[in-house]
Structures are given as structure tokens and as C-alpha cells.
């Protein structure tokens, strides 16, 4: 009888806890989506690393559809605002495409007197 109380006791402990630390844990995983929603701001280096020599699809996949489409000279050109960090300033980044394939890109300063979070 002692052995079943031992067990009860036990296994009414582990449910009290696991019940008690389950909205913590539900509330962190929210907590987790919501800041994976944010736009990822890169530095230079570590977009070029990225998505340099990349197919449209991976960036597309990665970084969404860009706020900007145009063409330069016969190559589709893709811009992301305010998505790179270079100068303690949040810049604009452009990709062109060439085959399908990123083979240029360069960041476009923020204009001049512009506010910076």
C-alpha cells in the first residue's frame, strides 16, 4: 500500500509541474515565431557571403519579395530597403541577377537627413 502511495505521489508531483511550466513553455515558442517574423538586417560581409553566386529562388525563399524590380541594361535588378547595416546606417541593397544567378550587388546609402531607428 506504501508503494502505490510512493508512485501516486510521484506521478501527481511530475503532472502539478509539467502543468505549471506548460504555459511558460507555450508562451517562449510564441515568442520565438514573433521575432523570426522581423526582418533580418545584415552586415556587408555577411550578405555578400550569403547570397552572392545564389539563385533567384534561395533569395526570393530567404529575404521575400524585394520593394523594388527594375532592369539594368538587359539584367533584372532586385532592392531591399533598409536591409543592410554598413556605417552605424541601415541601407538599401540591390541584387542583379544574370541566368538566373546573383552576380552583382551594391548598397545604396540612406538619403541625406533621413532618420535612422
Known amino acids: 500500500m506504501r508503494n ?9 508531483t511530475f503532472l502539478f509541474c509539467a502543468l505549471l511550466l506548460f504555459p ?33 529562388e534561395k533569395v526570393l525563399n530567404t529575404l521575400g519579395e524585394p520593394d523594388e524590380r527594375s532592369e539594368i541594361n ?11 547595416k554598413d ?3 541601415l541601407w538599401n541593397q540591390n541584387i542583379m541577377f544574370d541566368f538566373g544567378r546573383v552576380n552583382q550587388m551594391w548598397g545604396t546609402p540612406p538619403a541625406r537627413g533621413s532618420n535612422e531607428p
Open 24 to 56: 511558460l513553455t507555450a508562451w517562449a515558442d510564441g515568442e520565438t515565431t514573433k521575432t523570426q517574423d522581423e526582418k533580418h538586417i545584415y552586415t556587408v560581409i555577411e550578405f555578400e557571403s550569403t547570397f552572392m553566386n545564389k539563385k533567384q
Open 74 to 84: 538587359g539584367n533584372e535588378v532586385w532592392t531591399y530597403h533598409k536591409i543592410i
Open 87 to 89: 556605417q552605424e546606417k
Open 4 to 12: 502505490l502511495y510512493v508512485h501516486t505521489s510521484k506521478l501527481t
